[in-house]
Nanobody, 124 residues
Framework: QVQLVESGGGSVQAGGSLKLSCAAS????????MGWFRQAPGKEREGVAF????????YYANSVKGRVTISRDSVTYTVYLQLNSLKPEDAGMYYC?????????????????WGQGTQVTVSS
């Protein structure tokens, strides 16, 4: 059973930074897809960043490209999301997710394991 536990959310001012963490357990790490999604109140959930945990290949949503970095620590099975130059529209609940698809990490419909989320608030 895959378990994903997020942490690192908080409140920052616009222009600030946060680093979110996702601790993964219960699944062979190599080859799985890890993703970060977010959902603001009243809006649909959107994919933010994705990574093949084996190859290290990454994919980013256009809305965050250049401001966000997804990375991993293969020793601790932790995936990170570095958020920089935060804007009020970046606020929301951020979720870590996983699936075993390997080469299709950027395809959001396959993510079937989810964490409980961590809240990001950005004040203007």
């Amino acid at each position: 059973q895959v378990q994903l536990v997020e942490s690192g959310g908080g409140s920052v001012q616009a222009g600030g930074s946060l680093k979110l963490s996702c601790a993964a357990s219960g699944w062979p790490y190599r080859g799985i897809c890890m993703g970060w999604f977010r959902q603001a109140p009243g809006k649909e959930r959107e994919g933010v960043a994705f990574m093949n945990a084996g190859s290290g290949s990454t994919y980013y949503a256009n809305s965050v490209k250049g401001r966000v970095t997804i990375s991993r620590d293969s020793v601790t099975y932790t995936v990170y999301l570095q958020l920089n130059s935060l804007k009020p529209e970046d606020a929301g609940m951020y979720y870590c997710a996983a699936h075993g698809g390997g080469d299709i990490c950027h395809e959001t419909q396959w993510y079937n394991y989810w964490g409980q989320g961590t809240q990001v608030t950005v004040s203007s």
